[in-house]
């Protein structure tokens, strides 16, 4: 069974301060921190006004780069495009050369039937 008795040192925090001191910690804080915000500088402070530039230099250097970025992308789909167009130009033509060459040869093919017909009728 623990030992009801504790010294100072071992109580939890909460039961080495009363009630009173509670409060006025919590009051001292918040002193402070009104202390603090009242601190900052205002919109007419020159360091203000220099933080505001400079934060404003690095979002319109975002701003530079995220443009940057999207123009890169757009020449790339655009050469991609591009690439694509020249390739299915290839194709077409390559595919028309096809044609061309299969009618050219089944020409021939029936010019060489037609002569071996004619021949054979000639040897009649």
């Known amino acids: 069974m623990p030992d009801a008795k504790r010294s100072a040192s071992t109580k939890p925090a909460h ?9 006025s910690a919590a009051a001292a804080a918040k002193q402070a ?3 603090r915000f009242r601190a900052r500088p205002g919109a007419g402070d020159p360091a203000w006004i220099e933080q505001q530039a400079a934060l ?8 530079a780069r995220n443009a940057e970025r999207k123009a890169a992308k757009e020449a790339e789909a655009a050469r991609i495009a591009a690439e694509a167009a020249a390739r299915r130009t290839q194709e077409q033509i390559a595919a028309a050369e096809a ?3 299969a009618a050219a040869l089944e020409a021939e093919r029936k010019a060489a039937r037609d002569a071996r017909y004619a021949a054979r009728k000639a040897r009649r």
């Open 33 to 35: 921190l009104l202390e």
């Open 99 to 101: 044609k061309v060459k």
């Open 56 to 63: 404003k230099a690095v979002a319109d250097a975002r701003d």
């Open 15 to 23: 039961t080495r301060t009363n009630f009173d001191d509670r409060i």
